[in-house]
């Protein structure tokens, strides 16, 4: 059984996260045992929150609950190498920024680094690549406020964040395929 149909629409800005949990015990693949152990991590998230953002105890954030996590630093696209799960928007982003000039380091952004972050971005299947306004971290246990807010980001038209946003969006669509139902047979 095949289930096809459009892609949800993009989370409108702001775009808020927090850090809160740590790294998946299996990174490389999406398995049900994931869906379970993010349940209470998302019980505590505020319904005006997008992603759940995964960290080591050390400061380091591989990524969120469902997305891959980059940040931009001094021109330079900065995400974890390893033991982050490979998705297919991740990858058109690298091809995006080789073609680009963008360089990319791979190694994990550190929260206690954001001051120098002119971005920070959550990509996925269905939120494509998307920039991300807040970032929190809260207490154990607790849910967000604002008094755990840690960076915060403004990207104008011009800004790099955007343009990357903008050119995943193209090479997603260039990439993608219109299926018609015309020839699909539905059983009765």
Not at 95 to 115: F, K, M, Q
Not at 128 to 152: F, H
Not at 162 to 176: I, K, Q, W, Y
Request: with cysteine.
């Amino acid at each position: 059984r095949v289930h096809a149909g459009p892609p949800p629409p993009i989370p409108p800005p702001p775009i808020r996260v927090e850090v809160r949990g740590s790294p998946r015990s299996n990174a490389q693949a999406k398995d049900s045992s994931w869906v379970a152990e993010r349940g209470p991590l998302e019980a505590l998230m505020r319904p005006d929150f997008n992603e759940l953002l995964l960290g080591t105890e050390d400061g380091q954030i591989l990524e969120g609950s469902q997305t891959n996590f980059f940040v931009l630093v001094d021109g330079g696209l900065v995400t974890a190498g390893e033991g982050v799960l490979a998705g297919t928007v991740r990858r058109l982003l690298f091809e995006v920024c080789e073609r680009e000039g963008v360089p990319v380091t791979l190694r994990p952004p550190r929260l206690d680094e954001c001051s120098r972050w002119s971005a920070a971005f959550l990509s996925s299947t269905s939120r494509l690549l998307l920039p991300i306004d807040e970032i929190y971290e809260p207490e154990e246990g607790k849910a967000s406020t604002e008094a755990d807010l840690r960076c915060r980001f403004e990207y104008p038209p011009s800004s790099l964040a955007l343009r990357l946003r903008d050119m995943v969006e193209r090479e997603v669509h260039a990439h993608s395929v219109e299926i018609s139902m015309d020839h699909v047979q539905v059983p009765a």
